[in-house]
Structure formats: C-alpha cells, structure tokens
C-alpha cells in the first residue's frame, strides 16, 4: 500500500475540499478581504502536496503530471502578460480596462480580479513542480551521488 | 505592545542562532521555521494581515519542501570542521554591514511615523479609482502592477532552472557518455583472456 497510514488518509480525504475551497475563497476575494492570488495558489499547493504525501505520488501525478504542471505554469504567466498588453487597446500597460460595479462587490475592481486568478493558477502549479522536481526527482540525484560516492 | 514586539524578535534571532549551529541538517531546518513563524506573528500585530497570511502559507510549503528532501537524502549530519579563516572573514563583513546599516538607518523615518506623501494619495484615492476595496491588492495589482509582473517573471525563471538542472530525463552516468562519445568499451566488454578470444571470435569484431 503506497502513501501513508489509514488514519492520515481519511483524515486527508476529509479535510482536502476545505483546503481547496478556502485557497479558491482567498484568491476570489483577493481584492475585497486580506489574501490575494499569491497566498491563494500556495494554498492550493498545499492540498495537492498533502495528497502527494498521504496517497503516495502514483495518485497526485494522476491529477496533475509534471508536463501538466509546467503547461498551467506558463499559462498562468502568459494569461498575466496578456491581460497587461489589451490594456494597449484603449490606453497604456496595464490599465483597468474592464467596467466596474459598485464597491464592495465581487466584480467591483476590473482587472485585479482577472489577475488574481492568474497569479494563483501560476504559482499553484510552479510550487507544486518545485515540489516534484525536489522530492520526487531528487531521488535520482541523490542516488547519482551514493553511487560516484562507492566508486 | 512595544515588549511582545521585543519578545518575538529575540524569538526570531535565537532561533536563526539554533539553525546556524545545529549538526543535524533536520533540526537546523525546522529551527529556521521559528523564524518565519516568529515573523509571520509580529506582521499580524502590526497591522498587515496580507503579508501575515502569505508569510505563513510560505513558511509552511518551504519547511514541507525542505523536510521533505532532507530526509530522503541520506547524509544529514555535518561532520566536518570550520576553519578559522572563514569564521574571521565572515565576523569583519558582519561588523561593517552593522556600521553602514548603522549609518543608513539614521536617515529613515522613525518607527510607527511612516512618510505619507504617495501613501496619502493611494489611502484616500484607491478605492475609487481601482474598485478594490483591499487597498493592498489595489495598489498591488492595479498601481504597481509592474511589480507584479516582475515577481512572476522571478517565480518562472526559478521554477524553469529548477526543472532543467533537476529533471531525471536525459542525464546520464559518465561512464556511459564516455562511451557513446569516444567509443571505447567498457570493462565488462573486454575479452578477460586470450582463451576466450580463440574460442569466440566475435568479440574482436565487437571492440
């Protein structure tokens, strides 16, 4: 049985939705409470990292490979970069294009909404590849280095 | 107030203390998130719930990371000594940095009187110009955006040298490089005796 005991992983399988639901919380009412994109995808992070080390890591490549990682990472980066050049179709970089409702409502500020959400699906899939590429890629590394360590 | 301020500080600075002199790389990786803990309490008390939430959620992930690839290293104990060299050279950089610092920060506003030139205009104008109502993410993401998109340029460039210097894919022993390059054979392929030679003549062909 790969992963960790029983009792971690029924515990993880109930608190996983709340981790996520309150990273997604975070990141959607980034520009209303404290929080933002930033804190929002290292939440998220987290619960995949905490899938990884309850399930084993057959069950979190299953859900997000490290090819997959990398794409969201940089689709998150190209999405902010492309929001701050159609700021360029009626003015300058990163001008607050969209319209704005009344404050204090979820769709109160334009851009920053859009923004948030890039910047959490980017540094949710770059930590999360950060994680792999340390823990499970390591491995190799390191028995690279007990071998030429032998000879 | 002004004591749990000074508590937490001495909490933060015995605690990089531990993690500098710690033998074991696991202690001296857990002590190090005192630290960020330490500080993560004194942003709250301050009156910075943003970088508070980060700092802890950052804090986290990064001891997870580190405890994580520590314990599936095998070498985790430091045996070997320091010299006296570095620890002079390292003690004299210290004692200048605290002189020029020293000289820097009489320049600087006290603490708990901020200058409020731009921060005057952005408390009282953020709200109606960009719509967020959390001014940090305000001035973050709509003001210095530019700024943003420059953490996120960092974060990618860091994520992509971590990804080509550690990938598994496409490295391999030295032996076996050697090999393809030049195109010697290796030890196992070389006949042990003439005998075997005689016997099987292909082995000749095969060098």
């Known amino acids: 049985m790969e992963g960790m005991t029983f009792i971690v992983k029924t515990i993880s399988r109930l608190l996983i939705a709340v981790i996520f639901s309150f990273g997604i919380y975070i990141t959607v009412y980034g520009h209303l409470t404290p929080g933002g994109g930033f804190a929002g995808g290292i939440m998220l992070a987290c619960g995949l990292i905490l899938l990884t080390l309850a399930f084993g890591k057959k069950t979190a490549l299953g859900k997000l490979s490290d090819f997959w990682a990398s794409l969201l990472d940089n689709l998150g980066a190209f999405t902010f970069w492309s929001i701050a050049m159609l700021g360029y179709m009626s003015g300058y970089f990163f001008l607050n294009f969209l319209e704005k409702s009344a404050p204090f409502q979820i769709l109160s500020s334009g851009t920053v909404l859009l923004n948030n959400l890039a910047i959490a699906i980017k540094v949710f899939a770059s930590i999360f590849a950060v994680f792999l590429t340390l823990t499970i890629f390591g491995r190799f590394v390191s028995s690279l280095i007990s071998t030429e360590d032998e000879e | ?207």
């Open chain 2, 1 to 207: 107030m002004l004591f749990l301020f000074y508590t937490l500080i001495v909490f933060c600075i015995i605690g990089s203390i531990i993690a500098i002199e710690a033998r074991n790389i696991l202690a001296s990786v857990i002590s190090a998130g005192v630290v960020g803990m330490g500080l993560s309490i004194l942003f709250l008390f301050l009156g910075a719930p943003d970088i508070a939430i980060t700092q802890v959620v950052v804090e986290i992930i990064v001891l997870i990371i580190l405890i994580r690839s520590t314990v599936s290293l095998d070498n985790t104990a430091i045996t070997k000594h320091r010299d006296t060299f570095a620890i002079l050279s390292s003690l004299i950089f210290f004692g200048l940095f605290l002189v020029f610092a020293f000289m820097a920060f009489q320049g600087l506003p006290k603490f708990g009187e901020p200058l409020m030139r731009v921060s005057s205009q952005y408390l009282q104008n953020s709200v109606a110009e960009t719509g967020a109502s959390n001014i940090v993410m305000g001035i973050l993401l709509d003001y210095r955006a530019y700024d943003t998109l420059g953490e996120a340029t960092v974060i990618f460039t860091a994520i992509l040298s971590a990804f080509v210097v550690l990938r598994a894919k496409g490295k391999k022993k030295k032996e076996e490089r050697d090999k393809i390059r030049v195109g010697i054979p290796g030890k196992d392929d070389l006949p042990e005796t003439l005998a075997e030679i005689d016997e099987e003549g292909e082995t000749i062909s095969k060098i």
